[in-house]
T-cell receptor
Framework: DQQVKQNSPSLSVQEGRISILNCDYT??????FLWYKKYPAEGPTFLIS?????DKNEDGRFTVFLNKSAKHLSLHIVPSQPGDSAVYFC??????????FGAGTRLTVKP | EAGVVQSPRYKIIEKKQPVAFWCNPI?????LYWYRQNLGQGPELLIR????????DSQLPKDRFSAERLKGVDSTLKIQPAELGDSAVYLC????????????FGPGTRLTVT
């Protein structure tokens, strides 16, 4: 069963604008959430994470928001750059148990 | 610092043939993971090692898949015999502790079974 869902397989934005990638989860035991970025022919690279005790975490142009009541998290990239074009995976874990990944969203940032 | 190394990067075999993948984790990383990523999906865990011990292999299809991590460093994942449905990217990841959620992934091995 898909415990982590990314319902948008792709997203296209203009350079300089905001990119918002969404992720929903079903398991209420998840308490740690991560975003990974993946370029073609490379493995996923850790981008940013958030613990369930927070509702926001920021790192430069990247911000992750967590809405526990809605079981929803989002990744905001501001401003978007062409180099951000990649596949973004949302992942979640319960304690230090293994991560469950979403199917990914392909982001294209147009110059 | 060198990242997670995997080989080969690509492998094409006929069904019923055996195949093996190799992974060298980041130095000092005691926890090693093997994932399988099917086309259009996210990675799915196959097995997790703490040093040389397999602590979670519940998702490993044990009739045809096997893995080992001798001396708690390098690891090998084997499929014998391969089936058409095994075509996927096999990713290796490592972390320095099971208490760390961030994992570092290798580039993966793309397996095509014909």
């Amino acid at each position: 069963d898909q415990q982590v869902k990314q319902n948008s397989p792709s997203l296209s934005v203009q350079e300089g604008r905001i990119s918002i990638l969404n992720c929903d989860y079903t398991n209420s035991m998840f308490d740690y959430f991560l975003w990974y970025k993946k370029y073609p022919a490379e493995g996923p690279t850790f981008l940013i994470s958030i613990s369930s005790i927070k509702d926001k975490n920021e790192d430069g142009r990247f911000t992750v928001f967590l809405n526990k009541s809605a079981k929803h998290l989002s990744l905001h990239i501001v401003p978007s750059q062409p180099g951000d074009s990649a596949v973004y995976f949302c992942a979640a874990s319960a304690g230090y148990n293994d991560m469950r990944f979403g199917a990914g969203t392909r982001l294209t940032v147009k110059p | 610092e060198a990242g997670v190394v995997q080989s080969p990067r690509y492998k094409i075999i006929e069904k019923k043939q055996p195949v093996a993948f190799w992974c060298n984790p980041i130095s000092g990383h005691n926890t090693l993971y093997w994932y399988r990523q099917n086309l259009g999906q996210g990675p799915e865990l196959l097995i997790r090692y703490e040093n040389e011990e397999a602590v979670d292999d519940s998702q490993l299809p044990k009739d045809r898949f096997s893995a080992e991590r001798l001396k708690g460093v390098d690891s090998t994942l084997k499929i014998q015999p391969a089936e058409l449905g095994d075509s996927a990217v096999y990713l290796c990841a490592s972390s320095y502790s099971p208490l760390v959620n961030e994992q570092y992934f290798g580039p993966g091995t793309r397996l095509t079974v014909t």
